[in-house]
């Protein structure tokens, strides 16, 4: 195994750990696994940091590319850490906080090492394939033995590893370019170019499978912007259409069989159907990897001269042409014709009543709730206009200005979130880290001198061909992950994101082709300079206090944890310990504070306990759970007049809440009866 080769394999299982332990990631309601996703955290931002030091000791001179976007990602980490001062929910907030640390980290590694390896974006660019097709295949797998970890219990679409369809459908669309640049790059060998075949073809098969249209955008848009600027196009089709006809059918077979499409299948249904599921794959993949090596194979020994590949590209433009020609004349051809059927499809777009089913018909619906999130965030944010209602508070705030009663965690849109979360300032930052960042990335991407000419890279002209290919598939794999934001909340996902900000970072920091940087032939002396030492120490000190910072929230949930199990062990001492490290740890959480409350009134202490509820309130006044939680203790204990004033608020702040209703119902039949007028 060649060097370039077993690091992407590291690579990929890494990105395969990652998927497995953080899942769906730290999104308030998403059944989080906060250990994983806090460790995962710390990891990158140490990450992050020890690359950055690497630079120091060991790059060689030249341009800092990439510093722009850098700067502006740094300044969007700090405003969500800000945030956190004014957020209606600072507990979640302190939690965006740490993952924008870490997707900074995450962010500036790439940027480092793209810096020191300017050559070596392969691994990186074939690691991101295999990590998303065994996670694919895990999802299948999920089907064809039902009883497995992560199942996806009686639903149809798949959702394992990862407990959210939509982010399991963009893994795999995110995949789909670097299966076609497995298997068009002229460096690789015959069997990984023809493996790279029924690996599209699961990964296709998933992306439809996930029932997600989003996913499916995110991959017509990524596989589109591969074809369209990666010079391999035509040793690419050759690998598409095989990999095409694989998913279309196992997806055919599967949406053929409800036992395994439809909702709320028996079990025994859902394993009999798994196990022929099984053999499908079997059926399909394996026949399709033999074919696919015979065809690789008489691919090279029949090459396609210039007049040829010509022909070929005019054809496969040609069909491309027909698609939205042929969809213009089906919208004539309808009953509502051209004009109808496009106002029509508008409705369905923006219309902020739509509901839609987890069908496999969903597909090919229009109707979606994604307007009616999207009118709460703005809402939300134009009633905090400058700010935003702090990271993640979007969840909060929106229930005291909706009409729609169902919980919504996200904003299901980049844009939409960051204005409801961080207000215009947010928006601000973030039009000025695309901007800085797509300045450095159209740097990196620019074409070099030819070979021989002034300026013309080091490396010999079929390397830095074989260089940008692999840049522009890393930017294809960007673009999809960015269409697929703009419409979801897979930003929060780590599996998701972060190999997006790898990919963007390496192409924000690697530079133009004809100007690489790489390191210096001999490590610098950390005294080497005076402002070494200094320079190193600050980043090393910033990391380990925002690896503290990090750990704080897990900190805190395990004393939590620790006080429930004393306390349910009798050793009340021990319980108030542990709850005051708690609130201590974090003492922004309403968990932790409500935790030490309710010892406290085990233990007679009223007042104390009261206290701490009221802290909750101070800290978090425009979260109707503090006052729920303050109005339920005074329903308890003789308070009916002060319970009313606070429960009263915590409806005014989400009037669908039923706990609150019964409470402040509750305490109204409390109150005493009004004295009587005399005549």
């Known amino acids: ?40 955290e710390i990891a990158l931002t140490l990450a992050g940091a020890g690359a950055l030091v690497t630079v120091l000791l060991t790059g ?10 850098l700067l502006a990602f740094t300044a969007l980490a700090v405003l969500t850490a800000l945030s956190i001062a004014w957020s209606v929910a600072p507990d979640a907030s302190w939690m965006a906080a740490n993952q924008a640390v870490a997707y900074l980290g995450a962010f500036a590694a790439a940027i480092a090492l793209a ?22 295949a895990y999802s299948l797998l999920v089907k064809v033995f039902p009883g497995l970890p992560d199942g996806d219990g009686t639903l149809g679409r798949l959702t394992a590893p990862l407990g959210y369809w939509n982010a399991v459908g963009l893994l795999a669309a995110m995949g789909l370019p670097g299966g076609l640049w497995l298997g068009a790059r002229r460096g690789h060998g015959r069997l990984v170019r023809a493996l790279a075949i029924p690996a599209i073809a699961l990964l296709g098969a998933v992306v439809l499978l996930s029932y997600s249209r989003s996913a499916l955008i995110a991959a017509i848009v990524a596989i589109a912007c591969f074809l369209a600027l990666v010079p391999l196009r035509l040793r690419a089709a050759l690998v598409l259409a095989p990999g095409l006809l694989g998913t279309a059918l196992i997806s055919a077979w599967f949406l053929a069989h409800p036992a395994l499409s439809d909702n709320n299948q028996p079990l025994a249904a859902r394993t009999s159907g798994g196990h022929d599921l099984g053999l499908v794959l079997l059926a399909v993949l394996v026949p399709l990897s033999a074919a696919a090596v015979g065809l690789i194979f008489a691919a090279e020994r029949t090459p396609i001269g210039s007049e040829g590949r010509r022909r070929i590209a005019i054809a496969l433009l040609g069909l491309a042409a027909l698609v939205p020609v042929g969809g213009i004349v089906g919208l004539a051809e309808s009953s509502r014709g051209l004009t109808g059927e496009i106002s029509h499809v508008w409705s369905s777009l923006t219309s902020t009543s739509s509901a839609i089913g987890s069908e496999p018909n969903r597909i090919t619906t229009l109707a979606n709730s994604r307007p009616r999130y999207w009118h709460d965030a703005l809402v939300v944010g134009g009633h905090h206009l400058l700010g935003g209602a702090g990271a993640l508070g979007y969840a909060t705030a929106r229930t005291r200005y909706t009409d729609y009663h169902y919980p919504v965690t996200t904003a299901h849109g980049y844009l939409f979130q960051t204005f409801a979360d961080l207000g215009l300032i947010g928006l601000a930052v973030t039009l000025a880290l695309l901007a800085a960042w797509a300045r450095a990335a159209a740097r990196t991407l620019a074409r070099a001198p030819a070979p021989g000419a002034p300026g013309a890279p080091g490396a010999p002209g079929a390397a830095g061909a074989d260089e940008r290919a692999g840049l522009l598939t890393l930017l294809a794999v960007v673009v999809g992950f960015g269409v697929h934001a703009t419409i979801d909340w897979t930003w929060f996902i780590p599996i998701t ?29 950390l005294l080497s300079h005076p402002a070494l030492p200094l320079s190193v120490t600050a980043i090393v000190l910033v990391a380990l206090g925002l690896a503290w910072g990090i750990w704080q929230p897990l900190r805190a949930v395990r004393a939590d944890d620790a006080a429930i199990t004393a306390a349910q062990h009798g050793d009340g ?30 233990s007679g202490r009223l007042e104390s306990a009261r206290a701490e509820l009221a802290l909750g309130t101070r800290h978090q006044p425009e979260n109707f759970v503090s006052w729920r939680t303050l109005g339920g203790f005074d329903v308890r204990h003789g308070r009916p007049g002060a319970a009313v004033v ?5 409806h005014r702040l989400d009037p669908f809440d039923l706990d609150t209703a019964a409470l402040l119902s509750d305490a109204l039949a409390r109150l005493p009866p009004l004295p009587s007028r005399g005549r």
């Open 1 to 40: 195994m060649s060097g370039d080769a077993a690091i992407g394999a590291a690579l990929a299982l890494a990105l395969v750990l990652l998927a497995f332990t953080t899942k769906s990631g730290v999104v308030q309601g998403s059944g989080l696994d906060l250990g994983a996703n806090t460790w995962a």
């Open 60 to 69: 060689a001179g030249g341009p800092a590319s990439g510093a722009g976007a």
């Open 115 to 136: 810096r020191l390896f300017p050559y070596r974006c392969a691994p990186l660019v074939g690691a991101i394939a295999p990590a998303a097709c065994a996670i694919g």
């Open 497 to 525: 994101a972060v190999p997006a900000l790898l990919c963007a970072g390496w192409l924000a920091g690697r530079g133009p082709l004809s100007a690489a940087v790489g390191r210096v032939a001999q490590r610098r002396g």
């Open 573 to 602: 001492a021990a319980a108030l310990d542990h709850a005051r490290s708690a609130v201590s740890a974090d003492p922004l959480s309403l968990d932790a504070l409500s935790t030490l409350s309710s010892l406290l009134e085990a």
């Open 646 to 650: 606070e429960l009263r608020r915590a």
